[in-house]
């Protein structure tokens, strides 16, 4: 009897552990999947109402809208059927210990003519509205961008009620010619002339229409994916609530139009509390002597009557009121991020920096040709990745230091520029603007606090103004002319990164760099492996990947 007895409770035990272990593996799993196959291809349309070539994602401009929940997992299949190299980038996207799939050529080797290649992403520990576009060369005056949304996940409370719908705005300056007319210009020394137009969701005035149920509120996600220009962005008659910025929940400013500049994207909620008609809403360029603008229309479903008479005019040459607006976009210290814990929980103006960088801007001619520099440097990109070249341990491809950490006041010349940073640094950048033209800066794999902005040059009393309690965190930053902006990024990302500037233009003709973020550990703690499908190329070909992948 007691042997019996025994055996029932050791099978009972048994039993236990194998539904304990069942219900640990089931409530421990790996985060969700989706996944994308694109394909990227040339179609006419006529954004202007002239009839160009654009690049296009299974058929559509914009591309297919991603739609994905914090920490999620992203195979997208990308196949080009292009006649030239492409990358796509994903702008604001962290790619968190994943700099092998940023999708800028300082990462990764171009997918050919007729190849694919498979990113693998994952969104973690991330919220906000971003966009994803084609790095190489001038594909993006040529399209190829989408709206990329994090949504949160149902566990972490959203500052405010849920939309009645969730709306994404791409708007942006647009040539009526050929991306290869346009990089040919810059290829040949010389600058683009003027945009043609704007454009919104890819078409012309009034070309695209969000209808709205009178009475609702309604999310807005608005990105500037333009090449050359800075924005202002209204709705005819209705107000603009602030409720995040790239990744961040703001405070909830409500505001007559925002000023929105190139790479930048935010959300605002509109509530349809006019009467039932139809409104525009306004897209025009800021700080330039001409004023383009374009429209879309605000629909009400019960609409009684179109649209009629001028659009509602902006702002256009005026800096103050652009840099008062920008200073006024901070944190919402009591509203949480990716994470259920307050974002201000996180006290950045009490932590000591341990470098500062400051980075100045500059045009310069060389070898008779018109180029674009920081520190006196003006990138040239080099015949190898440099990520794969730093993996493979390459030399001769760049070299750490080539980009000093403060302006030199020496003339501007050309060279692969990387730049070393120490993991889990905290770092103090200054970005600088001598010149008359408003400016625009992103990190990739960061996103940073926006401290501080003004005229003038940049002195070490500039400090005193900082703020240090509610500062924005984004990932692009606009300098205005003349003027300087200074941001706070704890550096705990491994990879290599680019820095560079969103006018499309400027980073062409050597406006950008790379930050090389180094763990010496070597651990997959720190880093990923490189992915077994990279691509190779350069110096890189016939090099060896090892067979685990992650």
Not at 90 to 102: A, C, M, P, Y
Not at 207 to 212: D, E, K, M
Not at 344 to 361: C, D, E, N, P, Q
Request: proline content about 6%; aromatic content about 12%.
């Amino acid at each position: 009897m007691g042997d019996c007895r025994g055996d029932r409770l050791r099978a009972c035990c048994f039993i236990i552990i194998l539904v304990m272990l069942l219900v640990c593996c089931c409530t421990n799993g790996e985060d969700p999947y989706r996944f994308y196959t694109w394909n990227v291809t040339y179609g006419d349309i006529y954004p202007l109402g002239v009839k160009q070539q654009v690049i296009l994602i299974n058929g559509q401009f914009p591309g297919p809208q991603i739609e994905t929940v914090t920490n999620e997992n992203l195979i997208i299949n990308v196949f080009n059927s292009l006649d030239q190299p492409f990358l796509i980038s994903w702008n604001g996207v962290q790619q968190r210990r994943n700099s092998w799939q940023d999708g800028v050529y300082g990462t990764n080797c171009p997918i050919p003519p007729g190849g694919n290649f498979t990113y693998t992403l994952q969104v973690k520990d991330q919220i906000g509205s971003y966009f994803y576009f084609p790095s190489l060369a001038l594909h993006k005056a040529a399209g190829g961008y989408g709206g990329f949304r994090i949504l949160s996940r149902s566990v972490v409370p959203v500052p405010f009620p849920p939309p009645a719908a969730d709306y994404t705005i791409l708007a942006g300056d647009w040539y009526n010619k050929n991306h290869n007319y346009l990089k040919a210009i810059l290829d040949s020394g010389h600058d683009l002339p003027f945009p043609d137009g704007l454009i919104i969701n890819g078409r012309g005035a009034n070309g695209y229409t969000f209808t709205v149920d009178q009475g609702k509120t309604y999310r807005f996600r608005i990105s500037n994916v333009g090449i050359t220009t800075s924005i202002n962005f209204r709705i005819q008659g209705h107000k603009l609530l602030l409720v995040e910025v790239e990744g961040t929940h703001t405070l909830q400013n409500t505001y007559d139009s925002l000023d929105i500049h190139l790479g930048q994207s935010l959300s605002v909620l509109v509530t349809a509390d006019q009467p039932a008609r139809d409104y525009y809403i306004v897209a025009s360029t800021r700080f330039t002597s001409q004023v383009l603008a374009t429209t879309a229309i605000l629909h009400y479903s019960n609409s009684s009557a179109a649209v009629s008479g001028p659009p509602p005019g902006g702002p256009t040459t005026q800096i103050d009121w652009s840099l008062e607006q920008a200073r006024s976009i901070r944190l919402n210290l009591t509203a949480s991020a990716a994470r259920p814990n307050p974002q201000g929980s996180y006290h950045y103006g009490l932590v000591k920096t341990t470098r500062t960088i400051r980075l100045a801007s500059s045009a310069a001619v060389i070898n008779g040709k018109q180029r674009y520099a920081v520190n006196g440097v003006s990138f040239i990109p080099a015949d190898t990745p440099l990520k794969l070249a730093d993996y493979f341990k390459i030399s001769g491809v760049f070299s750490l230091g080539s980009i000093p950490d403060a302006p030199t006041g020496g003339g501007a010349y050309l060279k692969t520029s990387v730049m070393a940073a120490d993991y889990r640094g905290y770092v103090e950048i200054v970005f600088e603007n001598p010149e008359d033209t408003v400016q625009s800066w992103h990190i990739d794999g960061y996103s940073f606090f926006v401290v501080g902005m003004d005229g003038g040059q940049w002195t070490p009393a500039s400090r005193l103004g900082y703020n240090l309690r509610d500062a924005i965190a984004r990932c692009t930053v606009q300098v205005y002319p003349k003027s300087w902006s200074a941001v706070y990024i704890a550096l705990d990302n491994v990879g290599m990164w680019n820095v560079r500037s969103e006018n499309w233009v400027r980073q062409y003709l050597g406006q950008q760099f790379y930050l090389r973020i180094f763990s010496a550990a070597n651990s997959w703690r720190d880093e990923y492996p490189i992915p077994r499908n990279a691509l190779v190329c350069g110096q890189a070909l016939g090099r060896r990947k090892p067979n685990e992948n992650f």
